[in-house]
Every structure is written in structure tokens, then in C-alpha cells.
């Protein structure tokens, strides 16, 4: 247990406010819980997600360099590079 290090995403985050919550968040579980929680990362909540559902087409297809796009390759970076996958 004294090796695991759990990691977080937050998912839908759609202000500054929600930052500030989350901070606190990790704070008071390393208080309490006296372990360091890592932010993999957020995925923001865009009004597009919901006409993309109502579409019926892959939100990425419809809205490419979007904030949604960026921050899941910043997740994919994170998680490859943390925990050294390693694909033949």
C-alpha cells in the first residue's frame, strides 16, 4: 500500500470554481488519508459534447482542435509517460 499512488481525472469540469474544489479535494484526502492523490488530468465539459450526442457522430470528428481534443491527448501523454507503457 505504502506504493500506491492513486491518480485522479476529473471529468466535466466546466469553471475556475471547480479547480479551486478540486484542489481541496486532494488536499484533505493527503490530510486525512496522509496520501498524495496525482491529477492525471480534466476533461472540460463543452456545449458541443451534447450536439455531438445529439448527432449521433464522435465529438473529435465533428470538433477537431477543440479544448475537449487537447486535453485528452494531454491525458493519453500523462498516462503513457507515468506509467511507462510500452507497446511492441
Given amino acids: 500500500m505504502n506504493q ?3 491518480h485522479i481525472v476529473f471529468n466535466m469540469s466546466i469553471n ?11 488536499k484533505i484526502t493527503e490530510r ?5 492523490i496525482k491529477t492525471a488530468g480534466t476533461i472540460p465539459w463543452t456545449n458541443e459534447m451534447r450536439h455531438s450526442s ?3 457522430k464522435p465529438f473529435l470528428q465533428l470538433y477537431q482542435n477543440s ?3 487537447k ?18
Avoid at 71 to 88: A, G, H, Q, T, V
Fill in 4 to 6: 500506491f499512488t492513486p
Fill in 16 to 26: 475556475e470554481d471547480e479547480k479551486n474544489i478540486t484542489d481541496r479535494l486532494l
Fill in 32 to 36: 486525512n488519508l496522509n496520501k498524495n
Fill in 54 to 56: 445529439i448527432a449521433m
Fill in 67 to 69: 479544448p475537449f481534443e
Fill in 71 to 88: 486535453s485528452l491527448n494531454e491525458l493519453s501523454d500523462y498516462i503513457m509517460e507515468s506509467f511507462k507503457f510500452r507497446f511492441p
